[in-house]
């Protein structure tokens, strides 16, 4: 692979999880359509997403459970029992039309990813990172794990040593859950402590497998290299991976309404640029994100990351045209900062690096 991949799908364009759901946003479609505004994704490095099989999402999800979520989405409903039984339809994980082939896009996009990384390389999809999905149960917005699958499919070609790191706002529970004592996955989740669904303490281990950087809310630009600098590359050196899945959840930026975060989208950035070395294979997901203009700036620039292009200070009219044509029903703050429509990068919000960040840092390394 000479250049990264993007994989992507119309099905995000016109797929809503309905009403006033945080997710009732655009997101990976207005990333698709920034970077082909800003002339970064030309039509060789764009991949259509396949939509994985109920065989496939059995590799790691229950066969009942994959088949409730297809009866949810054939009859757009579900009976009590199985809704209670499998989290579908309540705790923030509604029936909607596509609730099957939405988030079975998403893991057919991590397979064919791990599939492309075989001999080595970078690919980015935006619309994984569904961190809390459970075997079989629905969790926190996410109906299948796709990381999970996707780190299993690299465990499947014969690799030993799969690193997993997730910058999300909420902890990576799921992922963790998936691999507790797997000697051959190592999970990091960086994630703050005082918000759902509030697992993923220090001293929380999986087995051996993981190891959790939970942070007060507030975390700044600078606060987040030091974890990145001085724990997270450690461990990451220490482990020799030789695959990568990086969860880049967009929510613990300061835009994003339901974390307590204070990152610029220039945090982001950094984060990628020094992981994306770590390893001979890369996969590069989304996650969390519920403000359509943060999400799709701080994704679009991750794209740009990863191809070592320049961020323009002011965007160009088409992209502009872009960022003013989203909309977001449940802002009810008066009318987007202007900064949101011109530029892609955020203020840089640097600043000191609390204790508590030093201390998490030395106990993960312990």
């Known amino acids: 692979m000479t250049r990264p991949l993007f994989i992507g799908s119309e099905i995000y364009r016109r797929s809503r999880y309905g009403g006033k759901h945080p997710l009732a946003i655009p997101r990976v479609s207005a990333v698709i359509d920034l970077c082909r505004a800003l002339q970064w994704l030309p039509d060789e490095t764009y991949i259509d997403s396949p939509t994985a099989t109920p065989a496939q999402l059995s ?19 579900i009976p009590d029992d199985l809704a209670q039984k499998y989290n579908i339809g309540r705790n923030g994980n509604p029936v909607f039309g596509e609730i099957f082939r939405r988030p079975a896009t998403a893991c057919g996009a991590s397979l064919r990813a791990a599939e492309l990384l075989r001999d080595g390389g970078i690919v980015y999809s935006p619309a994984g990172g569904t961190h809390h999905g459970r075997r079989d149960r629905a969790s926190g917005f996410c109906y299948f794990n796709d990381p999970a699958l996707g780190i299993l499919a690299f465990l499947d ?19 963790e859950a998936a691999f507790a004592g797997e000697p051959r996955v190592l999970t990091i989740s960086i994630h703050q402590e005082d918000i759902w669904p509030r697992t ?7 087995g051996g497998s993981a190891r959790n950087l939970p942070v007060p809310a507030g975390l700044n630009d600078s606060e987040l290299a030091w974890l990145i600098d001085e724990a997270v590359l450690p461990l990451a050196r220490g482990f020799s991976p030789q695959a990568l899945v990086l969860q880049c959840g967009a929510d613990a930026l300061a835009d994003d309404p339901l974390s307590g975060g204070a990152l610029s989208n220039n945090a982001l950035w950094r984060t990628v640029r020094a992981l994306k070395g770590i390893a001979p294979r890369t996969l590069v997901l989304g ?23 320049a961020i323009p200070e002011r965007l160009p009219e088409a992209a502009e045209r872009v960022l003013r044509d989203l909309s977001w029903n449940r802002r009810g703050n008066g009318p987007p900062p202007e900064r949101w429509f011109t530029s892609l990068a955020d203020p840089p919000n640097d600043g000191p690096v609390r204790d508590r960040i030093k201390e998490v840092a030395a106990a993960v390394l312990a």
């Open 59 to 77: 590799r790691f999800h229950a066969d009942d459970y994959i088949a409730a979520v297809m009866a949810a989405e054939k009859d757009q409903s």
């Open 157 to 175: 070609q014969g690799l030993n040593r799969v690193l997993y790191v997730d910058v999300d706002a909420h902890h990576g529970d799921g992922v």
């Open 200 to 206: 993923g303490k220090v001293e929380d281990r999986a």
């Open 287 to 309: 996650g969390g994100g519920y403000n359509p203009w943060s999400v799709a700036r701080a994704w679009s620039g991750v794209w740009a990351t990863l191809n070592g292009i």
